[in-house]
């Protein structure tokens, strides 16, 4: 990418973000967000011009679209007579068989290779996360369903985004490819049973009904992205690019 373009970018993204202050003090929250999601999109332009923050542009990206979501959520709740949180499932079985194409059965062998390592990290994450969700709930007194949705998202598995932390941390990656494999196939048992056990004062915990749930989302589309990686992996350049 050409340094002029970047340059500009990185002027738009100024203008946008002051111009996003202007109109937030003087209540015109309507403009604010748009301005707001394009300061952030300038920024990750700018930032791709650049490898040693090309990897940041990607989470700014992130914020443009949280932003979008917290400035209009009516766009994104429902399009003429169809409920979007429809594609919730669906798109997160996508995005798990991504997952699963990157996965390979040599990350679940490296557990003998590494087996403290590996016992550590998923002693952590299915502790550590799940009970700083619950202390949080504790501590600010949310309303019941926002109480289990925070238990919750501390009980889920870690995905591709703890890889890619740990890419960019330079930590050992070949381990946090593991425990993210690992993590993800007892997700259907861990996720269920810590929901019950710790968010079922908020909300009715189907235990059964999640565990068919999360493995119809995870373990399928996962296990699928594992097959494919197995067999067609390396003979479609363009799939082995696209897929993750």
């Given at each position: ?12 993204s100024a ?24 300061s952030?999109?300038?920024l ?7 490898e040693i ?64 390592g ?5 002693v ?19 309303p ?13 598995p ?30 259907p048992l ?6 019950q056990?710790?968010?079922?004062q908020?909300?009715?915990?189907d ?9 119809k ?17 390396g ?10």
């Amino acid at each position: 990418m050409q340094k002029p373009i970047t340059k500009i970018a990185l002027i738009l993204s100024a203008i946008f973000i002051l111009s996003f202050i202007i109109l937030t003090f003087q209540g015109m929250h309507n403009y604010a967000g748009l301005l707001l999601v394009f300061s952030f999109g300038s920024l990750a332009l700018f930032f791709r011009g650049y490898e040693i923050l090309k990897g940041y542009a990607f989470t700014l990206m992130i914020f443009a679209a949280v932003s979008a979501a917290m400035y209009y959520p009516q766009y994104f709740i429902q399009v003429g007579e169809f409920k979007l949180s429809n594609l919730i499932i669906p798109l997160m079985q996508i995005i798990m068989f991504g997952m699963g194409t990157t996965l390979s059965l040599k990350d679940f062998g490296r557990v003998m290779q590494m087996p403290k390592g590996v016992v550590i990290g998923i002693v952590a994450q299915y502790s550590i996360m799940p009970l700083t969700g619950w202390t949080l709930t504790k501590i600010f007194y949310f309303p019941p369903e926002i109480a289990a949705g925070i238990i919750l998202i501390g009980s889920c598995p870690s995905g591709l985004a703890s890889n890619v932390m740990s890419y960019l941390a330079r930590a050992n990656v070949a381990l946090s490819v593991t425990l993210t494999a690992l993590a993800t196939l007892m997700a259907p048992l861990m996720t269920p049973m810590l929901m019950q056990l710790l968010a079922g004062q908020y909300v009715a915990i189907d235990f059964w009904g999640m565990v068919v749930d999360i493995t119809k989302i995870i373990i399928v589309p996962v296990g699928a992205g594992l097959v494919f990686n197995h067999f067609l992996h390396g003979k479609f350049k363009n799939l082995d690019e696209t897929m993750p």
